[in-house]
């Protein structure tokens, strides 16, 4: 699709669902379709950051809550990470994109860190676009962990007041809001994401399964967008009587 002259997302937020189900209708284990889900996310992340003039491209991967899964999923999953942000950091290197993660350290293994930690500093140059991968993130824990921070520079005299802007710089990353938030599989949810950021988000709720939401899914996606009205809580008077 061409993208030029299109009202583009700044920053695109993709909760990344249905793993399990895809893999469950085609007879497979869940963690075929986490395999599966990890192939496309790699490949359309490097489409959204590279083709479409979207800047960031927040990605929800694990939740605080997923910990609840079987263990034998959670292990699933933390070695499918690591296996691949150590294939991958070559590539999103080469692409010009920059990695980072926002989410809680505790409790994840320190391998799995050791490989979020090297493909940080491998990319952390790089200006072609931001990649965040949320992982082992929650809204709640953001914003609690957030406060904490506020609390003691707040005591030490580092800051003297608090505002919205001053609140936002504690996060786990000083990113713009969220413009435009996709979730795939037909769940109409925010399950923990982006509380903060995601405020005048548009969403999108395809029923597609992650696996197969590819490149012409979100240039779907991308026309419903710019097809909206974004208001941010005003009105324009010049198109309407009063
Ligand atoms: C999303 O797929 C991936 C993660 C939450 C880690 P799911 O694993 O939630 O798949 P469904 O929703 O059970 O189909
Ligand atoms: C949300 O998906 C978390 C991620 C995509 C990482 P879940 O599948 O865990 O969410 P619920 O349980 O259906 O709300
Ligand atoms: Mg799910």
New binding site residues.
Partial sequence: MDYQNLKIPRHVGI??????????ERGRK?SY??QK?SENLERLSRYILTKTGVEILSV????TE?FK?SVE?VDY?MGLFTKKFKNDAKKYKRENIKIVFSGRREPLKEEVLKTMDEITEMTKNNTGGILNFCLNYGGHAEIVDATLKIYHDLESGKIDHLDEEIFSKYLYHDLPPIDFLIRT?G?YRISNFMLWQASYAEFYFPKT??PDFDEKEFDHAILEYTARDRRFGGIDYEKTNH
């Fill in positions: 909760i990344v669902d249905g793993n399990g189900r895809w893999a469950e869940r379709g986490h889900g929800y991967v694990f939740s997923n899964r999923e999953l599989s769940e399964y992650f």
